[in-house]
């Protein structure tokens, strides 16, 4: 009997904690960079590929009759590269790094960024012509929701590049 008095209150005080809010599913944007990986790259040193984007968020959210201030945040979904029109393989890469800043990074080496995807593991080594990267947990609203952002990808190799490799990065991220 008294284990039923102490249950309930247990019950009712474990059904009562709600997780905090992440907000609702408003609409997925995909983005595409390329750039060109040279043959003949440093193993020794991380290397850097910039790419200025175009947001395209307040034509995505006026055209779903919403305002900035409706978006709660905008998170990673999901991020690959893959070499064009070859099928070099990516198995040089010992680690990749997908980052967002709001300046150009190549005039303020000290701009603030977030990491939005990454991959860093032994499964590199076995890597084809498509890296799938895995999205962080970061909110990247203030930069997304710029008229422009910059996307870099920073590579490290465990070997040096013996091919140029013409490389596309597609990503998606959440709007909520």
Known sequence: MR????LIPVIAILTSCTPEDEGA?????PYQASFVMPAGLDPFQGHFFVNRIDSRMAANLSERLLAAEDVISIDPRSASISAIGS???YDMIREISVRIYNENPQSNSLAPWLELFYRDDENLR???????????QVNARDEALEDEFYIVVLVFLRAPT????DTRLDLSLVVR
């Open 126 to 136: 076995n890597a084809g012509s498509t890296i799938d990267l895995l999205p962080t």
């Open 87 to 89: 099928n070099a393989r």
């Open 25 to 29: 599913f408003l609409f997925d944007i």
């Open 3 to 6: 284990a039923i008095f102490f």
């Open 162 to 165: 013996i091919q140029t490799i």
